[in-house]
């Protein structure tokens, strides 16, 4: 019997490693830490469609342009037989009826990439480019620092190789600076382990010039990828992200929390006085001017990207720039768990809403579409 018991002891042993494991990867996140069962914030979240003619797909681009929602390119498995980086452009007045540009942009197949409007024209901005029908898909460098545009999405030119340097997952956002339009490049990575800390500038495309910064502005930034992106006035808002110093953590998390500043009529770089809301290190979210503040969206937590569980990282908090406060809208988000989506302001002919486009959610990349209002009061 004492031996039949060690054996006993000795498989309940076994299986509770098994079942548990020795790191944090099988018993994360505690059920505690998960969000409300539904939204309870100040927007309405719609539904409008959850599926599209458009392939399901995550680390996209999308923008609004002549009247309508735009999607291009991104990531989406479909098979081995198949090609899953796509190049695909599409179109829609509605968020529910999509038309094809092109199925096959020469851009090729591509993720991580911006997409911003300038005067009448996309502007296609570096990523991460496979040509499935070529033989570069055995190459190691699809990191990209190439500039296309296009006046209707179906036929586009080449106009540079950006002198910036290749790169991915960066953010690109027009400001008007003396009077004039300008494509300011922020951030990236390449080759997975080299983050940028750097600003670029462009008023056609073409020409390029680096934004001198400070050694103070530039310490400010950070190196850092994925991360969100938004602006109000000539000012750019940067918040978040994935970091090189985070990873090996050597970055202070309280101070990681806080905003970045990027005033374009100065080239200066600060940051906000207050931490960010709790646990807001992540990245592969969103952040939109809305209703007079910015509303900051699902994401992943830094350090795990499949890790979307969290109530902390996919909760929707509100920050009020002009006071430097951060409100908690809801524990949870209105379209579920989710990173590597779009977000757009987009106005369908019944107000402007705020438009959320695929991504990666629970079940795999969506092809999805949700609005969000703050539906006025009776």
Known sequence: MKKKRVVLLGLTLILLVVFTGCDSWSTYPPDNKYGSTEYDGELTWTEVSSSNDWVSRYKHASVVFNDALWILGGYGY????????????????????????????????????????????????????????????????????????????????????????KRAYHSAVVVEVGGVDTIFVIGGMKYGTYYYDDIWKSTDGENWSEVSLSEESREILGRRSGMAVTKVGSDIYI???????????QVDKDDWEKMRVFDTSTGVVEKTNRPGYPYNNRALMKMVPYQGKLFLFSGVEIRREYDMDHREVYSTWTYQHTSDAWVLDSDDSGFGPRRGYTAELFDDGSGEKIWVLGGWSYSGPENDVYTAEVEASL
């Open 239 to 249: 918040q978040g992200g994935y970091t090189p110093d985070y990873e090996i953590a």
């Open 78 to 165: 479909q098979g081995i037989q198949k090609d899953s980086y796509l190049e695909d452009v599409w179109y829609s007045s509605d968020g529910q009826t999509w038309e094809m540009a092109t199925m096959d942009a020469p851009w090729h197949g591509r993720t991580g990439h911006a997409v911003v409007v300038l005067g009448d024209k996309m502007i296609l901005i570096g990523g991460y480019a496979v040509d499935e029908e070529a033989s570069n898909t055995h190459d190691t460098d699809h990191y990209m620092n190439d500039v296309w545009q296009s006046a209707d999405g179906e036929t586009w030119t080449k106009l540079t190789d950006a002198p910036f340097g």
